[in-house]
């Protein structure tokens, strides 16, 4: 046994089904209705389509006519969904880069520092700290790259400002992504669109 697609008679996707492992193509799915003088009259109730439905069809739709599955949903309708899809997509992406990693020659060569949510707080926080209290004029902060080092106030507040730059470039490159999506007519465009 293997799956097949019911449709109706306009070929709109309704539902699997099973069907022997050798049937192939289309066929009708027929009731009978008794009419006047005892005859039978054949009703056409929908299709058994026995052909693999491709991905990425939002309503798969039998095309009777090519014989083959086509995108079923209008044209405004799937921009309007492959877009909600895309932003979801960019903000998660903009996420991730966030909060991976950024470089910073505040220590006079070039280190990479982690930027997830815990090293963000870190971060605010150490600079506040050092911002109260004019004692506190150096910290060790943990890199990617070469473990943890010694930061001056200064080094660290122009670390701080990078990590700050980091995140803001990513914001602005999703805000022009996002334009970019919400000026989209179509759904090539869309596609188109890369982090």
Known sequence: MKEAIIVDQLGIYKEPTLVADDETGVSSIITYKDSEGGKQTAIVQGHIVAVPVPEGLHLPKWDFTQEQWIEGKPADELLILQKASKLAELKRLCTEAIEGTFTSSALGEEHVYSFDMEAQLNFQSTKELMNMHPNFTQTSWK?????????????????????????????????????????????????????
């Open 143 to 195: 890199t990617r790259d070469a473990g943890v080092l010694m930061h001056t106030k200064e080094q660290f507040t122009r670390l701080w400002l990078d990590g700050q730059m980091h995140k803001t470039n990513l914001i602005e490159k999703f805000r022009r992504l996002e334009k970019e999506l919400e000026h989209a007519t179509s759904v090539d465009a869309v596609n188109s669109i890369r982090w």
